[in-house]
């Protein structure tokens, strides 16, 4: 039902709606852990159960999909994931591995599940905050579906054919270290998407504000907004671009400054 009310409303009452005086992404802070004073965070209990709850409903076939503790009924496909997947797993035989890094209790996996019936050996592995873990260990793994505490260690149970960071890296405070360990890693294809940038030369850290509307109450979290030409630099000489393209058409901004989800495909520089 949310996705059908979205369809109707006219693109400026969004824009209006996420730029308001108290959701939508706000400051300018001088490192994560001042902003951090200040946000709620992702681990929040009731944010954890809200998507258990909507998780839940996916897994019975309740409702189609979910995502950020809200269930769709027609959500919108990601042809740009589902077609780097199964160009993936067909260079591996019609075998699969995907480490998605932040992929909450299986958001991506379910939503793609039943369009991979092709890959005979398919193995989904969620790195997440412990609570997540925990919870998806408990509740939601399965012989495809497994959740890992660490990049370290997901790589010592498997070899990931591709990494997802989907809606997820720019919350994460030591990015460029963490890539650092997937290039050592050597881990072949990396996937991304719903990233936001400026084009200024320096990351700029804000807050984003959440609408009650996804968790049942307001929830606030660190996030960069990457300088996009130093992420490009980084990520060009230790990767090769695939692809790249505009995640989500829909104009959002940042303290009058518009912008626009993007995403990319890169693929490792051979050594």
């Given at each position: 039902?949310?996705?059908?009310?979205?369809?109707?409303?006219?693109p400026?009452?969004?824009?209006?709606?996420?730029?308001?005086?108290?959701?939508?992404?706000?400051?300018?802070?001088?490192?994560?852990?001042?902003?951090?004073?200040?946000?709620?965070?992702?681990?929040?209990?009731?944010?954890l159960?809200?998507?258990?709850?909507?998780?839940?409903?996916?897994?019975?076939?309740?409702v189609?999909?979910?995502r950020?503790?809200?269930?769709?009924?027609?959500?919108k496909?990601?042809?740009?994931?589902?077609?780097?997947?199964?160009?993936?797993?067909?260079?591996?035989?019609?075998?699969l591995?995907?480490?998605?890094?932040?992929?909450?209790?299986?958001?991506?996996?379910n939503?793609?599940?039943?369009?991979?019936?092709?890959?005979?050996?398919?193995?989904?592995?969620?790195?997440?905050?412990?609570?997540?873990?925990?919870?998806?260990?408990?509740?939601?793994?399965?012989?495809?579906?497994?959740?890992?505490?660490?990049?370290?260690?997901?790589?010592?149970?498997?070899?990931p054919?591709?990494?997802?960071?989907?809606?997820?890296?720019?919350?994460?405070?030591?990015?460029?270290?963490?890539?650092?360990?997937?290039?050592?890693?050597?881990?072949?294809?990396?996937?991304?998407?719903?990233?936001?940038?400026?084009?200024?030369?320096?990351?700029?850290?804000?807050?984003?504000?959440v609408?009650?509307?996804?968790?049942?109450?307001?929830?606030s979290?660190?996030?960069?907004?990457?300088?996009?030409p130093?992420?490009?630099?980084?990520?060009?000489d230790?990767?090769?671009?695939?692809?790249?393209?505009?995640?989500?058409?829909?104009?959002?901004?940042?303290?009058?400054?518009?912008?626009?989800?993007?995403?990319?495909?890169?693929?490792?520089?051979?050594?």
């Amino acid at each position: 039902m949310h996705y059908l009310i979205k369809q109707f409303i006219p693109p400026i009452f969004k824009t209006l709606y996420w730029y308001s005086f108290k959701y939508g992404w706000k400051g300018d802070y001088e490192s994560f852990e001042a902003a951090n004073k200040i946000a709620s965070g992702y681990d929040e209990q009731n944010i954890l159960e809200k998507i258990k709850e909507t998780t839940r409903k996916v897994v019975s076939g309740e409702v189609t999909y979910e995502r950020d503790g809200i269930v769709y009924d027609k959500p919108k496909m990601n042809f740009s994931m589902l077609a780097t997947l199964l160009t993936v797993a067909a260079e591996n035989n019609c075998n699969l591995t995907v480490l998605d890094f932040g992929g909450s209790l299986g958001t991506t996996y379910n939503h793609k599940r039943n369009y991979l019936q092709s890959v005979h050996n398919l193995h989904w592995c969620i790195v997440e905050q412990p609570n997540y873990v925990e919870a998806g260990r408990k509740e939601f793994e399965h012989e495809r579906l497994h959740f890992y505490y660490s990049l370290e260690e997901c790589l010592q149970h498997h070899k990931p054919d591709i990494i997802i960071f989907s809606g997820v890296i720019q919350y994460i405070e030591k990015t460029y270290e963490l890539l650092d360990q997937i290039v050592l890693s050597g881990v072949k294809y990396l996937y991304i998407d719903y990233i936001a940038f400026n084009d200024e030369d320096r990351d700029r850290i804000a807050i984003q504000h959440v609408p009650p509307v996804y968790y049942g109450s307001p929830a606030s979290y660190t996030c960069w907004f990457y300088s996009k030409p130093k992420f490009y630099k980084y990520m060009q000489d230790r990767f090769d671009l695939v692809y790249d393209f505009i995640a989500d058409h829909d104009k959002y901004y940042i303290q009058l400054k518009p912008f626009v989800y993007e995403g990319q495909l890169w693929k490792l520089k051979q050594a």
